[in-house]
Structures are given as structure tokens and as C-alpha cells.
């Protein structure tokens, strides 16, 4: 079983760099992605400070992203290509 450990640095990319460690050790093994998008959101959720929301937006058609697993305060369901932060970012 997984088991989290506290990284504790204030240097940013030592913090990302075992994040990214930690993760993969958490994803090693599953090939399902919707319970590694899961796993990932709680863990990034978890460990970055002074995050309110983590998650996933999928693209469901040319036009629509529909939200994935996540962390966190709720969030919309739907959100249209172009509409809002996550919507410009797949332009």
C-alpha cells in the first residue's frame, strides 16, 4: 500500500521533482486512467500548501470539457472550449 511521505523543503523544484516520485510510485501497477487521475488529484491535493482545488477537465467533444476526478470545492460540470481559464487553455 501506498503510504504519502511530508516533503519538507521550501525549494520548489526539490518539491515538485518528489512529488513527481511520489507519484509515480503511486501509479505504478494501475493502467486505469480515471483511477489514476483519481489517485493523482488526492494525492497533489494533499501535498501542495494552500490548495483549494485539484483535478481534471476531459475533452468530450471538439467543442466541451467535462470535469474528471478531483479534490476539493466543487466545481462545473461542463465547461465550453474558449469559456473561462480551462476552456482558453485547450484552444
Same mark, same amino acid.
Do not use: H
Given at each position: 500500500? &501506498?503510504?504519502?511521505?511530508?516533503?519538507?523543503?521550501?525549494?520548489?523544484? @526539490?518539491?515538485?521533482?518528489?512529488? !513527481?516520485? +511520489?507519484?509515480?510510485?503511486?501509479?505504478? #501497477?494501475? #493502467?486505469?486512467?480515471?483511477?489514476?487521475? !483519481?489517485?493523482?488529484? !488526492? /494525492?497533489?491535493? +494533499?501535498?501542495?500548501?494552500?490548495?483549494?482545488?485539484? #483535478? &481534471?477537465?476531459?475533452? @468530450?467533444?471538439?467543442?466541451? /470539457?467535462?470535469? $474528471?476526478? &478531483? +479534490? $476539493?470545492?466543487? !466545481? *462545473?460540470?461542463?465547461?465550453?472550449?474558449?469559456? $473561462?481559464? *480551462?476552456?482558453?487553455?485547450?484552444?
Amino acid at each position: 500500500m &501506498f503510504a504519502a511521505t511530508v516533503i519538507d523543503t521550501k525549494d520548489k523544484p @526539490a518539491f515538485y521533482k518528489e512529488l !513527481a516520485t +511520489q507519484l509515480k510510485a503511486l501509479l505504478e #501497477g494501475e #493502467g486505469d486512467s480515471v483511477a489514476n487521475a !483519481a489517485n493523482t488529484a !488526492a /494525492l497533489i491535493y +494533499q501535498m501542495v500548501p494552500d490548495l483549494n482545488w485539484a #483535478g &481534471f477537465y476531459f475533452l @468530450a467533444s471538439d467543442d466541451e /470539457l467535462v470535469l $474528471g476526478p &478531483f +479534490q $476539493g470545492k466543487p !466545481a *462545473c460540470v461542463r465547461i465550453a472550449v474558449g469559456k $473561462g481559464v *480551462c476552456g482558453k487553455a485547450i484552444e
